[in-house]
């Protein structure tokens, strides 16, 4: 009803009404596609006049099927959904649970051996957030309770390196939607052929910090047992009770999952995701007809993941390596519903709902431009917030956003698109190019931040199920680390890069600053 009245309003902030909706929706519902919908919706409606029957024709007509008929968008669909059965497959074939055994069984301390190698499988299951968290907290259990490590430290460390990981890895499920949203927002500012989507989330990587600060504070809190808050409670109880029964019994057999942790053979794993990295990389360098590969030199590398073939690329190394999965895909699992084709299809249907959360925000994308929302917003930010601060205010708002609505992915959806067209508004001159990437990489960094916080995040709640524990306890043990974290890459991260301090300077400095913060924190006060 507010979008019927908001139609016959002549204000700046009719522009911004499908965000709001959008964002009020999800918050109402906890639905992030019907809040993406709904926010679409409301900016037809408007566009329309207030002319239901009109809004209702323009949604579809002019916003929903010209992105099923943009090729760029199609290939990003099928490259997650071919993804998200490889994933599958990966998982069933059980070649990550041979890498576990040689892992968890070297070194003296099994505590710390056994934390570092979820740390080590986080980072070696890339391709997929949820995927990631669900398989290495169904792996590690039972190993963690004989390592004398809590549940909730297993819940942080498997939460922590998911998503983090997934966000600054160059193929992946997220892939596809961090570059539509890019896209999308370049779209918004009306210069969509100036987008070259994956060279500028390679550009973004460095200030991605709150990913890469947390990374970082997984491999302190291991090293340094650093246990703050209510995980010191948790891992003294935890290696009290290992400690009162004999460690190791029955070797690494039982792992909190189904099968043994030696059921399977690396190469299972190790293969397909070879093949599809190689495959990738190769395919974007090779593809560009503009380019003659060789010699190789870092301007042809840069103009070929910049060119327009990079999702055709995407497409077809999913395809490979999805066939390199089917082929590796263990004989004696290849029966009733553990085939590989069962699998695959399994894999695909899981990404259904992600895949429809992409189609809502092309949609309210769409009408954001219709409405140029972008220019309102620039317009409204003219004079008002200092060009320095707005890295750091993106990353405040993209956390804020995910905490409240519990998506990475919806906080993407609704800020990139928005985010971005702003930085061509600012007067930054030469340093345009450094703020846009500063710009992209705080999205993403506030949308995982926030994400860490909130007790109803999809990746908070699989990973507590994954390690068998209260969603609220891991809630509580994770957030401290998460507010370290994020509060580093606020004061050392996005402040100093609006001042334009090279990333590399605010990396080192945040690394230093966390690798002493435990000594400091262990201080008798």
């Known amino acids: 009803m507010s979008a019927f009245l908001w139609a016959h309003i002549d204000h700046p902030i009719v522009a ?101 190698g979820v740390f080590t499988i986080g980072f070696a299951v890339f391709f997929d957030g949820l995927a990631n968290s669900m ?14 490590v809590s549940r909730a430290k297993l819940a942080y460390l498997v939460d922590s390196t998911s998503s983090a990981v997934a966000c600054v890895a160059f193929v992946s499920t997220w892939i596809a939607y961090q570059l539509a ?36 504070l997984v491999g302190v809190s291991i090293y340094q047992r650093f246990n703050p808050g209510p995980m010191a409670q948790f891992e003294a ?73 990079v999702v055709v690329a995407l497409v077809c190394a999913s395809a490979v390596g999805a066939f390199s999965a089917f082929l590796m895909y263990p004989r004696r699992r290849r029966e009733n519903k553990d085939s590989p084709a069962a699998v695959f299809q399994g894999g695909v249907q899981t990404l259904f709902i992600p895949v429809t959360i992409l189609l809502g925000a092309w949609v309210l994308g769409s009408t954001l431009k219709d409405l140029k929302a972008a220019v309102v917003i620039s317009e409204l930010l003219s004079g008002r917030l200092p060009v320095q601060l707005f890295p750091a205010a993106v990353f405040l708002t993209g ?3 995910s905490f409240s609505t519990g998506t990475s992915w919806g906080t993407m959806g609704i800020l ?36 860490h916080c909130s007790p109803i995040s999809d990746t908070t709640i699989v990973s507590s199920i994954a390690c068998e524990i209260p969603a609220h306890d891991h809630v ?26 090279p990333a590399w300077i605010s990396l080192g400095v945040g690394s230093g600053f966390l690798i002493l913060l435990p000594r400091v924190w262990a201080r008798p006060r």
């Open 16 to 116: 911004l009404w499908p965000s709001i909706t959008a964002l009020g929706v999800v918050l109402l519902v906890r639905r992030v596609l019907i809040g993406l919908v709904a926010g679409g919706a409301a900016g037809c409606v408007i566009i329309a006049g207030g002319n239901p029957v009109v809004a209702f024709v323009s949604f579809f007509r002019d916003h929903l099927i010209p992105s099923l008929q943009d090729s760029w968008k199609i290939g990003a669909i099928i490259f997650t959904f071919v993804l998200g059965g490889f994933a599958a497959l990966i998982e069933r074939g059980g070649g990550m649970r041979a890498l576990v055994g040689p892992i968890v069984r070297r070194g003296k301390d099994p505590a710390a051996r056994m934390q570092w």
């Open 135 to 148: 398989l290495v907290g169904r792996i590690f259990g039972k190993v963690a309770d004989r390592s004398g």
């Open 181 to 216: 949203m890019i896209r999308e927002g370049y779209a918004l500012a009306g210069r969509t052929e100036e987008a070259k989507p994956y060279t500028l989330f390679f550009e973004s990587i460095p200030f991605n910090f709150y990913c890469w600060f947390t990374l970082l």
């Open 237 to 309: 109880i935890a290696q009290s009770t290992a400690s009162k029964r004999e460690r190791h019994r029955g070797g690494f057999g039982a792992t909190g999952g189904s099968g043994a942790m030696d059921d399977g053979h690396w190469a299972v794993a190790v293969i397909p995701l070879v093949v599809l990295i190689v495959t990738l990389i190769g395919g974007i360098y090779f593809w560009g007809d503009e380019i003659h590969p060789w010699p190789v030199t870092k301007d042809k590398v840069v103009a070929a993941f910049g060119g327009s073939h």
């Open 399 to 401: 956390a804020a956003i």
């Open 416 to 451: 990139m698109p928005l985010a971005i067209p702003v930085v061509f508004g600012l007067d930054v001159g030469s340093g345009e190019n450094t703020l846009m990437a500063a710009v992209v990489g705080a999205v993403f960094s506030g949308a995982v931040f926030g994400d």
């Open 476 to 501: 509580r043990t994770q957030l401290p680390y998460a507010l370290i974290a994020g509060g580093t890459a606020v004061f050392l991260g996005f402040l100093p890069t609006g001042f334009f301090l």
